[in-house]
DNA sequence: GTCCCTATACTCGGATAGCAAGTGTCCGAGTATAGGCGG
DNA sequence: CCGCCTATACTCGGACACTTGCTATCCGAGTATAGGGAC
């Protein structure tokens, strides 16, 4: 089981956006600069977190991406979803209705047990994720990070967003 | 994020081996005839759990699997760890440390607070795995069960142990 | 009748193809801007 | 000098190859068993 890198960058590109002045926008080529990652494939996650409504675009000239909600009211559990999808990672095939000990399908009532029991642990993990925000984050990144690296990044944003 | 198919059959097949007669063994083609899976991969992931101390191998003729400790001492998070691997879903690739605001490495200290919210949720979902044992899942599984299908499970598991 | 030996058939185990989903990339559609032109 | 128009360049958006890892399968190594033969 593994989650798409995308999911990564998604959560650092929030974290980036959160802090950037309210009403301007940075374009994908850029967020994909600031963090060392091919422009393109960063664009398309960008593409699924707009359309998740995470994000809203500004098309044309000195555009580009922005939070469509305060940085507080995006969970990681919506990136993650936007862009990974919202599935539960465990997918019953209800093979308890199949082989030689299988009773007619009506007969069955409720989920699978296992399945049940999965999806508990699968709600746990979003109950995590959907307690953290795109707020922590940004708050937990400038806190955490070196100094010269703060500085670094407030310089090369206002030279981004100009 | 999807968690492979062979998880479902390994925690399936743990739960019918947890009500054989003690000492008896089941071979992969039968364990897999009674899932209605293919049998070859069905086996692939037997292999898996005997690996993993989960299942103990009886070869030749009368042989097959069995589980290795009582089955209140496997736990579901045991089977998802044998087959899918502990690695977490989420692997931090450092970008932070990339890109123009990148600081000198050995200046990060600790892990990226990205990596430790989608850890934290891990641990809850794993937590939760660790919860459950295929004791739970057996008794479970033959108490959901329509009466039919519990007959003709009993019924045909005289049959194949035989 | 009992013991031993051998051939058998049945089991697991790892090595081998096929396929789907994620990874990575590209070019076209749309738009705010900037500059030039006319009034 | 001011307002309008047009051309431009910059942005996103979806459609197109490629690679990794899961899916599915096969045949070989090893062993408990069952049957036959000798004593």
Redesign the interface.
């Known amino acids: 089981?593994?989650?798409?890198?995308g999911?990564?960058?998604g959560?650092?590109a929030c974290?980036l956006l959160a802090v950037l002045p309210t009403g301007s926008a940075l374009p994908a080529a850029k967020l994909a600069?600031?963090?060392?990652?091919p422009s393109a494939y960063m664009a398309k996650h960008l593409q699924s977190l707009a359309r998740a409504g995470i994000l809203e675009t500004v098309k044309g000239p000195r555009g580009g991406y922005r939070l469509a909600r305060p940085p507080a009211a995006v969970t990681?559990l919506d990136v993650v979803e936007a862009i990974?999808?919202a599935?539960p990672?465990?997918?019953?095939?209800e093979?308890?209705r199949?082989?030689?000990?299988?009773?007619?399908a009506r007969?069955?009532?409720?989920l699978?047990?296992?399945n049940?029991?999965?999806l508990?642990?699968?709600e746990?993990?979003?109950?995590?994720?959907r307690a953290?925000t795109i707020a922590?984050?940004a708050l937990?990144?400038a806190r955490?990070?070196?100094p010269?690296?703060v500085d670094?990044?407030a310089r090369?944003l206002r030279e981004a967003v100009r």
Chains 1, 2 share one sequence.
């Open positions: 089981m593994r989650l798409s890198d999911v990564e960058w959560v650092h974290s600069e600031f963090h060392g990652v990681l990974d999808g599935e990672a465990f997918r019953c095939s093979i308890r199949r082989g030689p000990a299988a009773a007619p007969e069955y009532r409720g699978c047990g296992i049940r029991a999965f508990r642990a699968d746990a993990w979003r109950a995590e994720l953290v922590d984050m937990t990144a955490d990070a070196p010269s690296g670094k990044a090369w």
